[in-house]
């Protein structure tokens, strides 16, 4: 059986790369794609400026790729918070978002299947975050529970961090939601909940583990914004930067 501090589970857009400008890429030809049009683009600067500025303005609250739907149907103002954000949200149909999501990951494989390297270079570590897993890897402690698909969690590892070895990717097609999987974990190895860390950096995602004792980290660094932060204060998530990681992992 594994004890205490054997486990960490890490997010990965906003918590381990920075991938801002492969979404907004991404985010753009999928909708291009559910227009059925073709005015896709393949490197930010192609990126009009309009639609840029909606991009960056709700990029920080999306966890899941249908949620960039907000981005082209929501009537969401200039610095939009946490509530306007769910409002638009909610206001989209189901199905629209089912679509979309299908179609983004199907033009993200596209960009790879066509230019691997340009996909791969659009995305950016964050300081010391690589060596960090590989201290967790090297301790057979790191699980990846991500909206990201596995495929290009791997692809992306393989190409910056070769020897770091994980445990278990949970995407979206591998359980519902970041507390069933951090659930899974649990159950899987014998433990108790406080016994796994998850650091993420959308404080949404750490109500329901925090709820069911997990032992929970909101990353500073990544996409937290500052009604996250105030948030997390309120709740009494710990708030942690890239300094604080190490000793909140136990390694």
């Known amino acids: 059986m594994l004890t205490k501090n054997q486990i960490v589970a890490f997010d990965v857009d906003g918590v381990i790369f ?7 890429i991404i985010a753009w030809n999928a909708h291009q794609n559910l227009l059925g049009k073709d005015n896709r683009i393949y490197h ?32 969401i103002g200039e610095n939009p918070d946490q509530k306007d954000f769910e409002k638009c949200l909610h206001s989209i149909d189901e199905n629209l978002k089912a679509q979309y ?35 967790c890897s090297e301790n057979k402690m790191l699980y990846m529970i991500t909206g990201k698909d596995e495929g290009s969690v791997r692809d ?43 650091i993420d950096d ?17 990353a500073k660094w990544g996409y937290a914004m500052p009604d996250h932060l105030a948030e997390a204060k309120i709740r009494k998530i710990p708030i942690l930067s890239l300094n604080d990681l190490e000793s909140f992992i136990g390694i």
Not at 48 to 67: A, G, H, I, L
Not at 165 to 186: F, G, R, S, T
């Open 156 to 198: 992306l590892l393989q190409y910056y961090a070769p020897k770091v070895e994980v445990e278990k990717i949970y995407d979206k097609y591998a359980v519902e939601n970041k507390l069933i999987a951090l659930k899974k974990i649990a159950e899987d190895h014998g433990i108790q909940n406080n016994e796994i860390r998850f």
């Open 101 to 135: 999501t299908d179609s983004f990951y199907e033009e993200r494989n596209e960009f790879k299947s066509r230019s691997y390297e340009d996909w791969i270079r659009l995305h950016y570590p964050y300081d010391n975050i690589l060596k960090i897993l590989e201290l």
């Open 18 to 24: 920075d991938s801002t400008e492969e979404c907004l």
């Open 44 to 75: 930010p600067s192609e990126a009009e400026v309009d639609y840029d500025k909606r991009f960056r303005s709700v990029r920080n609250y999306v966890r899941s790729m249908d949620e960039y739907l907000v981005i082209f149907y929501g009537n």
């Open 202 to 218: 959308n404080v949404t995602h750490l109500f329901e583990p925090q709820k069911n004792n997990f032992n929970i980290g909101l």
